[in-house]
């Protein structure tokens, strides 16, 4: 196996025979995974983190001074990129229903996002309406493929609903989306909200995985509803 470094490492096999096969599978693929690695000495939360630095190199959503919603932010791999890259004139805010280890330069908020008043609340917290609102969450597995497809895609248009009520004209929406053929709700609703709707797969995300982000730009979404 090549690391991200070009170094040549051999694969770590798991051999505790008290876990399970697909524990064993799961602890080999995170030892195993070069991006583990690289957070560790980066000093990243999670290996999530590189992910949306892939995406915003390209599209560059994360502009100086910008201010910016991170969704369901536990364990704040994701808050740590966008904090860095929107700088001291920018501002990040983070909830989740967890609680998280304090960020420099994030504002954490224990709040449900499916709460009423959880827009407001945010807004107030940012001092007025998105520039980005991101999301990486996942709901919990129940091992169904199907039943879990579902739950995140529910999630995900919870969150997209969400943000059209934080985000300012133009503003943009990132989140994840789980390839499975009901994603047309979702679609529609973004199209329909946001000039520019796209899939993007980073790199950083494992090729095996199902996994997808969905980019929507251009927010217009008060000026179509109103018309």
Known sequence: MVSDRGERRLKVRVKDKRKSVSSKRWLERQLNDPYVARAKREGFRSRAAFKLAEIDDKHRLLRTGARVVDLGAAPGGWSQVAA???????????????????????????????????????????GGEADVVLSDMAANATGHRPTDHLKIMALVEAAAEFAGEVLKDGGAFLAKVIQGGTEATLLTALKRDFSTVKHVKPAASRADSAELYVLATGFRGRKAKAD
Not at 93 to 102: K, S
Request: glycine residues 6%; charged residues 35%.
């Open 84 to 126: 860095k890259r929107v700088g001291a004139r920018g501002k990040v805010v983070a909830i989740d229903i967890l609680e998280m280890d304090d960020i420099a330069g994030v504002d954490f908020a224990r709040i449900d996002f499916l709460d009423a008043d959880a827009p407001d609340r945010l807004k107030a917290m940012l």
